[in-house]
């Protein structure tokens, strides 16, 4: 009874080790900790960056329809979590852009806002909804082009790719919030994205844009490492080393008393 309560407590450890940020996909930042406007910060392991009222642009372009406001990022052993909150309607028809993701640490960005480095896109702006796709062919923004760096806030949009799955997705509008808000949820499986998307854990960044790229926003954090699970023969093994270890402490206890008897 004691080996066997041995074995599951070791297996119950191996699977409570996996960990769950346990976000759910609704377009709420509710259970990041998060009140847009109010308290920015998320609670827990999430990262974030704000920039709510700072455009890419000078005072005179500024315009509240195109700020972008924060966004936030945690993972666990299954997933990726992304928010996004905005001014900018995500809701068709419009032209936002796609959500850009670096997961290889090669990610840089120009002084005026220029990404390179993205080798996955989730659709956000274009269809469908949520999906994500491997080295994508970026189309870049149509406004406010800066030698020799190119169009500022570039790239927005995924003309297309290599389709590998999609999303968990959910998108709200708020009306009353500010002069009107979108939130962005995703979920994103690290199945879905190249080697479990950085298994021992790694950096991952992220980038989002509309059609001019009037503002921008971008992202890096870490991934949190993917543990490795026994396979059943070792659990298997184990099981059988803790019986041998009993059985053979058994037998040297009746030798003992076999002795002294």
Not at 168 to 177: E, F, G, K, L, R
């Amino acid at each position: 009874m004691e080996r066997r309560g041995a074995v599951l407590l070791l297996l119950g450890w191996v699977l409570a080790s996996t960990g769950t940020a346990g976000y759910t996909i609704d377009g709420s930042l509710h259970d990041w900790g998060v009140i847009p406007f109010v308290k920015w910060a998320p609670s827990g392991s999430a990262v974030y960056t704000e920039t709510n009222n700072i455009n890419l642009y000078a005072a005179e372009y500024y315009s509240e329809l195109y700020d972008v406001e924060a966004m936030y990022f945690d993972s666990d052993a299954t997933h990726f979590y992304v928010a996004l909150v905005t001014s900018y309607p995500l809701l068709a028809p419009s032209r936002a852009g796609d959500l850009g993701l670096d997961l290889d640490g090669d990610m840089t960005i120009s002084e005026h806002g220029i990404v390179h480095g993205l080798e996955y896109a989730m659709r956000v702006g274009s269809s469908p909804l949520g999906q994500i796709l491997h080295n994508p062919v970026w189309d870049d923004t149509s406004a406010y082009w800066h030698d020799p760096d190119g169009w500022q806030g570039s790239p927005y949009d995924a003309l297309g790719g290599t389709p590998v799955g999609f999303a968990s997705v959910a998108i709200q509008y708020y009306p009353n919030m500010e002069l009107g808000t979108y939130i962005l949820e995703a979920a994103l499986s690290r199945d879905l994205l190249g080697g479990s998307a950085g298994a021992a854990g790694g950096p991952a960044g992220f980038h989002f844009t509309m059609y001019c790229g009037n503002d921008s926003i971008n992202l890096t954090g870490t991934a949190v490492p993917i543990p490795k699970i026994p396979a059943p023969g070792a659990l298997a093994l184990g099981s059988l080393g803790v019986g041998l270890v009993g059985w053979r402490r058994t037998m040297i206890g009746q030798r003992l008393r076999l002795r002294c008897s």
